[in-house]
DNA sequence: TGTTGACTCTGACGTTGCGTAATAGTTTAG
DNA sequence: CTAAACTATTACGCAACGTCAGAGTCAACA
């Protein structure tokens, strides 16, 4: 058992800190002395240690909450997309370093700001927070949730899986044909009946997070074949694109 | 001329920040019109440019504004400071990219905080600031220099070399022998006379400053030869562990 | 046993850097 | 000439603590 001093030397947060997280519901010790005094054991550093990572991304505290308490909460998985950020943030700080450099040597008033652009990374995070618990969509999927059997989630499951395949079926043909854009009008239509409301936007969102290179690429790709994952992704791209204007 | 949506699009600064950082000051349009629309020339997108590197690296919007602000301010030396604290960052990124591949593959949990300290940057920072107009000490040397000539600047700068140099004549000795703690002595108050009151922990830091690895250590090296700046360092600490317990 | 010095608690208010209306005037395209 | 798109200025709100203020606690030493 460590008090907030020692927790505090340890890890760096400061002691006000600490009590702010008490405060909020973020970080409770694992017990209280008679006079009060907060006493934190191994699970409550370790629960810490994930807060810090999230920290880190510049979550905020409430989502940071929301995500670690959500019962589909997985810390393998938060752990890899944890890691695939921090990736995306020092890429950021590469391009800026590369920037100051250029103006540095050549002294050149280029009106480039695209180094400061942190679109990415926003849209990545954004994607993050709707996989846990951080987001109306999820909460919204968490309720639509809450009476499925174990059987009715592997069917639901098994059916998204197999939206995926038809895509890799066709994934060599154009993406704007009719069939493909039938498929895209499937995929939201079983989004929004199964999950959450699947809004154009929403689908344009998502569309890009499965190109992103990340696990969804991944996922998508073994089930329909390399390249699914950006099939789908120009499908979508070109779906939304009729919608929207 | 761009109106604030142009600017706003252009660099992703939104329109509420670009008109707050007018009221405070720290970027003004290069003109209002007659109905009080801001309008942005090259030149405050040059300023902006400026202030969106030192915000990417945490500085608070009034240090900002008192740094570019500053008579001294040389903006390659600046550009210097900031590719380095942007390294410094990335490293810290990395770190915790280790860290958390750690825990990824072993589940360990290792009671390890030390990915998240900051120190480093922090104590970087904080002599970043020195140097330019963002500290009691700055403001106190900018006092002081008011009514310095150019010669009695030389005069100052001169000795402030000699002083190094003189260093680096005993930089093969032992850090703790009475002359390296003498010199140390004279460093402090040679500082204190000429630039800013410098107590043992002003000291101390300048100390880290100077062996760092950076345009210091380099500018240090090059008056008494390689290996000055740590030597300097080490006999400042010796010097204010004495002091300091 | 008393006292000192280091810790801790709980409010309460202050701060930074904007976001978010609310209300009102301005400019521009058709 | 009107609607749509922009802009301005208060004004309030918010997150994540920092910073007192006032008061209780604990360990150790005299």
């Avoid at 006000?16 to 973020?26: C, E, M, T």
């Avoid at 998985?77 to 100051?100: C, S, V, Y």
């Avoid at 059916?159 to 039938?182: M, V």
Wanted: with cysteine.
């Amino acid at each position: 058992m460590m008090t907030v001093h020692e927790v505090s030397k340890l890890t760096g947060v400061s002691i006000r800190a600490l009590q702010y997280y008490d405060k909020i519901g973020l970080l409770s010790p694992a017990e209280k002395t008679d006079a009060g005094y907060r006493l934190y054991d191994d699970a409550a550093l370790e629960r810490l240690q994930q807060i810090l990572l999230f920290r880190e991304l510049e979550f905020p505290l409430k989502d940071i909450r929301e995500i670690i308490e959500s019962p589909f909460f997985d810390r393998k998985k938060a752990l890899q997309q944890q890691i695939e950020l921090l990736t995306l943030k020092k890429k950021h700080l590469e391009d800026l370093i590369t920037f100051a450099r250029g103006i540095k040597l050549t002294g050149v008033k280029n009106m480039d700001f695209s180094a400061f652009d942190t679109k990415k990374i926003d849209e990545y995070t954004e994607n993050a927070k709707k996989q846990w618990g951080a987001s109306p969509e999820f909460k919204e999927f968490e309720k639509k949730s809450e009476n499925w059997t174990d059987e009715s989630k592997k069917a639901v499951y098994d059916s998204f899986i197999q939206l995926f395949a038809d895509f890799g079926k066709i994934k060599d043909s154009d993406p704007s044909s009719p069939e493909a854009q039938q498929k895209v009008k499937d995929l939201q239509a079983f989004i929004s009946k199964n999950f959450y409301k699947c809004s154009d936007e929403v689908l344009f969102g998502l569309g890009k997070m499965y190109a992103a290179g990340g696990e969804f690429t991944e996922n998508i790709d073994s089930y329909g074949g390399s390249g699914t994952a950006e099939f789908v992704h120009q499908a979508i791209t070109v779906y939304c694109g009729k919608q929207m204007k």
